[in-house]
């Protein structure tokens, strides 16, 4: 006993030296509380080990229980500063606290109190009786603090519980559901350090993964955050979550995803269908296996799992009505659209009071205005503006027509956006043309909102609105543009694909032409910006849905 207490002393000081820092904040507090967490150590172990008593047994027990958990603190605040700690030094920390946990776990299992005469058989035997109340609430709390270090570093190291926090793996999982996700096998780090487990799995399309959300900055800073998050929201048994974000909202970190993209492919999406192919390969191949899971039309569900679905994406007749739209952009022939634009253009030529003298002049309409909302709800000002403006039929025609000066389409994404630029074009164009029409013609205010050819343009307008507000569920451009995806890397989504924001998107949204050949596009908010998650930030595989109980099972 005596060898292992020096054990347990000596790896206990030299972890104490890999700690040390004087540069203030939180790395300094944490080597403070571990040098004088370490000096009541020595001195408690010191006198027991020369005067052995009942008493000192109790303090020194307590202090081995609580000196695995002070010393990974320890490990954990050193490396929260500014500098970093290099891998060697943490590599020396991280050992020395294995020795030091197996060291304790030993004594401690001598010092119960089946065995602890054993080794010490002049120790006075426990006293019994009745505690007063205030030591047994001592004693829950104490265990109640150990309990959740503990599961703080099964979860970090074996597995963990989750709840779902949202539907973007519906059907799958549901808001509530909880699953168990093992994480020994993903290669789990000691915090703020490159030291843990080998990696020793890879993963395959359709795994589902926990990993840590790239969107948020992956600083030092940040880690440690998310770490002592954990921590609180043990302690408080799931109570509390100070993992949040500036705004003070609580960070979607981490999150649960499906494997869909792998490391050597490029991939897009068109449609809702997933397309793959090696960088070297030539033609782009759908990938068959993810109609498995790729959930669009969530209405259509069997009512036994819609009635768990808290918010269904689209309707039934809200998603035909997209599929028509994605019909038509695929059909669509362009040297017919050419030429019924060119058609368009002349028509509006020949309305036009006063013929232009100038050419065309790209901010008569600034890029702003061509954003499709804006564009059509102020279909009438434009019209008057293009009518009544020298060169306004020049911007018109070169708008309507521009496009078929450009680059051709190099994939089916950039393909099918040309197609969907164009059927928005020909709408507007002929919206013009007939607002034209009645303008020329004086009809009055009223005439004008009641014309049923308007409103029937201006509904089809609106289909095409409805059709881009969601483009960016159903389709990503070639990812990566320049590249594969790299190894040790991988494309994450959700399967409720029309409610899952993940590695498809970013957090900002921004104005983008539907097709980025057209130097005149129509201009839509997208927030399209996909990017992979190296393996580094997975931290586990989804193993069993456990609850509820009416759901348990495997996930596919």
């Known amino acids: 006993m005596t060898i292992l207490f020096v054990l347990c002393s000596v790896c206990t000081a030299l972890f104490t030296l890999t700690c040390v820092s004087f540069s203030g904040g939180v790395p300094l507090v944490g080597f403070l509380v571990t040098f004088l967490y370490s000096l009541v150590f020595y001195f408690v172990v010191f006198r027991f080990v020369h005067s052995p008593s009942r008493k000192k047994l109790t303090v020194v027990k307590k202090l081995l229980e609580y000196l695995v958990f002070v010393l990974f603190a320890a490990l954990v605040a050193r490396r929260a500063g500014i500098s970093e700690t290099g891998f060697l030094l943490d590599l020396a920390s991280v050992s020395l606290w294995l020795v030091i946990t197996v060291t304790i776990a030993i004594l401690l299992f001598r010092l119960s109190d089946k065995r602890v005469h054993r080794y010490y058989p002049s120790l006075e035997k426990p006293v019994s009786g009745k505690k007063p109340i205030i030591v047994h609430a001592f004693e829950w709390i104490d265990a109640l603090i150990q309990a959740a270090c503990l599961v703080l570093l099964i979860n970090l190291f074996f597995f963990q519980l989750y709840e779902i926090p949202s539907e973007s793996m519906v ?28 990696r020793m799995r890879t993963y395959e399309r359709g795994d589902i993964v926990v990993f840590s959300n790239p969107h948020y900055n992956d600083t030092r800073e940040a880690r440690l955050r998310s770490f002592v998050s954990q921590l609180v929201y043990m302690l408080s048994f799931t109570t509390v979550n100070i993992n949040r974000d500036e705004s ?56 036994s799992q819609l009635s768990l679905v808290r918010n ?21 022939n362009t040297d017919a659209a ?71 389409p190099k994939n089916l994404f950039e393909t099918r956006s040309q197609n969907c630029n164009l059927l928005l074009k020909i709408a507007f164009g002929k919206l013009v043309v007939r607002n034209a029409e009645l303008m020329t013609a004086n009809v009055t205010a009223s005439e004008f909102v009641r ?48 409610n899952s924001l993940d590695m498809r998107h970013s957090y900002t949204v921004t104005l983008v032409p539907v097709d980025i050949q057209d130097p005149l596009s129509f201009l839509y908010h997208s927030n399209l910006d996909p990017q992979w998650v190296p393996s580094e930030r997975i931290m586990g595989t989804a193993l069993f849905r456990f609850w509820p109980p009416a759901r348990a099972g495997v996930p596919h």
């Open 171 to 198: 059907p799958e999982f549901m808001v509530k559901d909880r699953v168990v996700v093992v994480k020994t096998v993903s290669g789990p780090k000691f915090p703020l350090t490159q030291v843990g487990i080998p």
């Open 248 to 303: 003070g909202a609580v960070k979607a970190d981490p999150l649960v995803k499906r494997v869909v993209g792998l490391p050597g492919e490029k991939l897009m999406m068109v449609d809702g269908v997933l397309y793959s192919k090696q960088e070297n390969d030539d033609e782009y191949l759908p990938v068959q296996e993810e109609a498995r899971w790729a959930a669009w039309d969530i209405a259509s569900l069997p009512r």
């Open 312 to 332: 269904v994406p689209l309707s039934r007749e809200a998603y035909d009505l997209l599929l028509s739209v994605e019909s038509l952009r695929a059909e669509l």
């Open 338 to 408: 050419l030429t019924e634009l060119i058609q368009i253009a002349k028509r509006f030529e020949n309305l036009k009071p006063v013929a232009d003298s100038v050419g065309f002049d790209p901010d008569l309409v600034s890029q702003e205005e061509r954003e499709i909302l804006s564009l059509f709800q102020a279909n009438d000002t434009i019209s008057r503006v293009l009518l009544t403006t020298n060169g306004g039929a020049a911007w018109f025609r070169s708008f309507l027509t521009a496009w078929s000066q450009s680059e051709s």
């Open 451 to 498: 014309d049923t050819q308007r409103r029937a343009l201006l509904s089809e307008a609106d289909t095409y609105r409805f059709f881009m507000a969601v483009h960016d569920q159903r389709n990503m451009a070639e990812f990566p543009p320049d590249q594969s995806i790299p190894e040790n890397a991988f494309l994450l989504m959700g399967d409720n694909r029309l």
